[in-house]
């Protein structure tokens, strides 16, 4: 069936490092991706979105990179911060699917001061 | 502006009983999606209501269902409760479901 995946499930990181986050998805047909945050006791927060039209695309310290090709996306954050540990999830949707995220498993960031 | 308000936050049933959770989403926000989030499935998709109309549903048994009012707040219902419904349920709202989506902070669901 769908699913999209992380690499990782956790990925520890010194404060100031650039961190690296990747996902995997599967269905070919998804147009438009999203990398969500979510801290413990929290809703899933979004970080950056990018569709299928797009490459690459880049907000503040962070950037998210489309490849079509191999199907993956892959998160970056600059300058990663002691609040950046959070647990990170990628999450797909596609038009025959409205409304209905599909996500990865999660990849829990740990930024060590 | 406000964000998606998630009530309760957390609940304690019995197994057995049913649950009715809210979620009222950002002002203007007609599409409502809900998940159900645990350490061994992570995020599963439940349903989502566009306009007071179940548009997509996921993969659960019928003991969970949903509706959407009329001012696009929602709710889901689990009947006939079993342990393994203990879950934090989060909802998301967006303008009309394609994206943009802002979850609220959940709901956590302890069955005992």
């Known amino acids: 069936g769908e699913s999209v995946g992380l690499h990782l499930p956790t990925l520890s990181v010194q404060e100031g490092d650039n961190s690296i986050i990747n996902c995997a998805y599967s269905n070919s047909a998804s147009d438009y991706f999203i990398w969500y945050k979510q801290e413990s006791g929290k809703g899933p927060q979004f970080i950056i979105d990018?569709?299928?039209?797009?490459d690459k695309r880049q907000g503040q310290r962070v950037t998210v990179l489309l490849n079509k090709t191999v199907k993956h996306l892959s998160l970056q954050i600059a300058a990663t911060q002691p609040g950046d540990s959070a647990v990170y999830f990628c999450a797909e949707i596609s038009p025959s699917n409205t409304g209905k995220l599909i996500f990865g498993q999660g990849t829990t960031l740990q930024v060590k001061p | 502006k406000a964000g998606v308000t998630q009530t309760p936050r957390y609940l304690i049933k019995t197994r057995g009983q049913q649950v009715t959770l809210s979620c009222s989403p950002i002002s203007g926000h007609r599409s409502v999606s809900w998940y159900q989030q645990t350490p061994g499935q992570g995020l599963q998709f439940l349903f989502e209501?566009?306009?007071?109309?179940?548009?997509n549903k996921g993969n659960f048994p019928g003991r969970f269902s949903g509706r959407q009012f009329s001012n696009s707040r929602s709710e889901m219902n689990v009947s006939t409760l079993e342990l393994g419904d203990s879950a934090l349920y989060l909802c998301a709202s967006s303008l009309d479901g394609l994206g943009g989506y802002t979850f609220g902070s959940g709901t956590r669901l302890t069955v005992v």
């Open positions: 990018i569709r299928s039209n797009m």
């Open positions: 209501y566009f306009s007071e109309t179940q548009r």
